[in-house]
């Protein structure tokens, strides 16, 4: 009897096992394409039923590999969570600091739409710039933004854009303990009124604060909170 029990545990392991890496391996298409002269790294997991555009912050340079491979920033909130994205059937560009958005946009949407920037720190002032140019994705997620002049920094997403009348849907994602000096949480109130219903937001809590406020291991970066942070960007359409 305990043999039989013994028998049908492993088997459920190995199953789970095969499961799992039949996952890995549809969510992990890696590869490097050229996006408007800028290499920029590309997930597409076999069945894709959105895609997604990743904008990483700090200095945004990711340092693509030649197989899709990043050697930048990889503690980055974004870049460490790419695989989580593709694994929910979504199309996953992890853009570069110099990717053009509206190259960025047009090549993803030939892919699947919806489309979706996803910024996070910094690289909410690129998915801003990208947008004043001209991109238009069809939703926009900004986490840890640099949102307003009350977040604390000149350069914010309202400063870019004028008006909100080019902002597409947009999820405010942000953390009640965000200690960043360019990202307090007292700047998201006023992004949220400036943009006349366009946004809204999820607050955050919890998780760990280690090291730089303004680096990935505290709550600017969402330290522990991954699992909600992919859950709330990746269902928002």
Known sequence: ????E???VLMRIGMGA???ATLTAAASADETVSVGGSRVALIRPASVRASVILLPGGDGAINVGERGDIHG???NQLVRTRNAYAARGLAV???DYNTDLKAAVDYMAAIK???TVIGTSRGTIRAAEGIARGARPDALVLTSGFLSPESGSSSNVMSILGSPSALPRTLVIHHTSDACKFTLPAGVDPFIKWSGGRARVKWLSGGAEEGD???ARGHHGFNGLDGQVVSL???FR
Do not use: H
């Open 113 to 115: 739409r919806p489309v």
């Open 73 to 75: 920033l990889l503690g």
């Open 233 to 235: 960007a990746a269902g």
């Open 6 to 8: 013994a028998r049908r």
């Open 93 to 95: 560009m992890v853009a």
């Open 213 to 215: 406020p303004c680096q």
């Open 18 to 20: 095969v499961l799992w």
């Open 1 to 4: 009897m305990l043999r039989t």
